[in-house]
Every structure is written in C-alpha cells, then in structure tokens.
T-cell receptor, first 110, second 114 residues
Framework: SQQGEEDPQALSIQEGENATMNCSYK?????LQWYRQNSGRGLVHLIL?????REKHSGRLRVTLDTSKKSSSLLITASRAADTASYFC??????????FGSGTRLQVQP | NAGVTQTPKFQVLKTGQSMTLQCAQD?????MSWYRQDPGMGLRLIHY???????DQGEVPNGYNVSRSTTEDFPLRLLSAAPSQTSVYFC?????????????FGPGTRLLVL
C-alpha cells in the first residue's frame, strides 16, 4: 500500500474558493513534499516541509504538518481555473527515495 | 538550461521487444531516478542513482535495468517488454540526497506495449 494517501481523491470547486487537500502517511518521515501535475505533464515541486516544521507558506499555498497524526494538508487560497491539476504528496522515509501518494484531482470551475 | 529531458515522448512496442528510454539533465545533479505512473495512481519508483557509477533498486525494479556512466545521463532499459509495462515513465533529478530535496521531473515517456 502507498505510504502517502491523499484525500479526497477528487475535488471540484468554484474559482475564488479555497481548496484543501489532505495527506496521511504511515511511517515516520524526515520531510514531506507536495507536487502538482497538469494533465499529460511531469510533476512540478510546490513546497517541502521538514519534520520539525508545523506550517509553511508559499504564495497562495499553505502547508501544515502534524507528525503526531502523521498527516499533512495543502491549502490553496483564492483558487483559479489554472490551478486545475492533480496534487500529490511525497514522503521521505529515510530510504533514499520519495514515496508518492495516489493524488487529489482538483477541478476549479471558472 | 533545458532541465530534465526525456526521449522518446511516445513509443509503441510489441511484447518481447526491448528498448531504452533516455533521460538527461544539464543541472549537474547527482541524484537521478525513474518512476512509472499508471492511470489514477501516484508514481512508483523503479530505480535510482546517487551518482555516476552507483544505482539501486526502487519499489518496482523487475523487468528494468539502469546504468549511470555519466552525471548527465540515466537511461532505463526494458529487457523484454510486457503489456504490464504499459505506463507513463518519468525521470527526475535533484542536487543530492534526492529524498530530502526538490525533485525536477522530465515531461515523461508514454509507453504502450501490445
């Protein structure tokens, strides 16, 4: 089974609304990363949060990490149609590689 | 910089054929890796390399070989293609300690095995 699991699997919102995606993982981590994938494209790194950090911001993105609950959330504020994409969390478990979840498909309606 | 490049973009193979997926990066990254992505799923690690001459297996290595003779190139070889290898393949790189740093992804190679 996947180390990271995103929730929900799919999310549809209106432009201007906030979008929240969650990621749960099973084992302890050194860091957690969020990536975005537009349809038919490669993944693009959004943000990295280390295990000793609780919250991180980057533009309209806000990521939180709760290591006690083994979970993270990605909040996109004031969403735009261009934010339509799949979003993946990836965890480092110290095995010299990242493990990706199955992703959340976000649809932002104009 | 071109970043991470992959060729070909799309390939159709017959069962049993072999081929090499090419990956190159011009950022002098030490760490490179190959993932496959199946419909509706995340990425699964096939092989990775922490530097020239050093490779290791990931989560799903069977049926694939890699080598790393230079820092820039990290080809993935399919020895005898099977329909189960139909997927989209992504190459990624990072400066070092790939699991601790931002990964830069190529655009992907779509492979169809008949």
């Amino acid at each position: 089974s996947q180390q990271g699991e995103e929730d929900p699997q799919a999310l549809s919102i209106q432009e201007g609304e906030n979008a929240t995606m969650n990621c749960s993982y099973k084992t302890s981590i050194n860091n957690l990363q969020w990536y975005r994938q537009n349809s038919g494209r490669g993944l693009v790194h959004l943000i990295l949060i280390r295990s000793n950090e609780r919250e991180k911001h980057s533009g309209r993105l806000r990521v939180t990490l709760d290591t006690s609950k083994k979970s993270s959330s990605l909040l996109i504020t004031a969403s735009r149609a261009a934010d339509t994409a799949s979003y993946f969390c990836a965890t480092d478990t110290g095995r010299r590689a990242l493990t990706f979840g199955s992703g959340t498909r976000l649809q932002v309606q104009p | 910089n071109a970043g991470v490049t992959q060729t070909p973009k799309f390939q159709v193979l017959k069962t049993g054929q072999s081929m090499t997926l090419q990956c190159a990066q011009d950022m002098n990254h030490e760490y490179m890796s190959w993932y496959r992505q199946d419909p509706g799923m995340g990425l699964r690690l096939i092989h990775y390399s922490v530097g020239a001459g050093i490779t290791d297996q990931g989560e799903v290595p069977n049926g694939y070989n890699v080598s790393r003779s230079t820092t820039e190139d990290f080809p993935l070889r399919l020895l005898s293609a099977a329909p189960s290898q139909t997927s989209v393949y992504f190459c990624a790189s990072s400066y070092s300690q790939g699991y601790q740093e931002t990964q830069y992804f190529g655009p992907g190679t779509r492979l169809l095995v008949l």
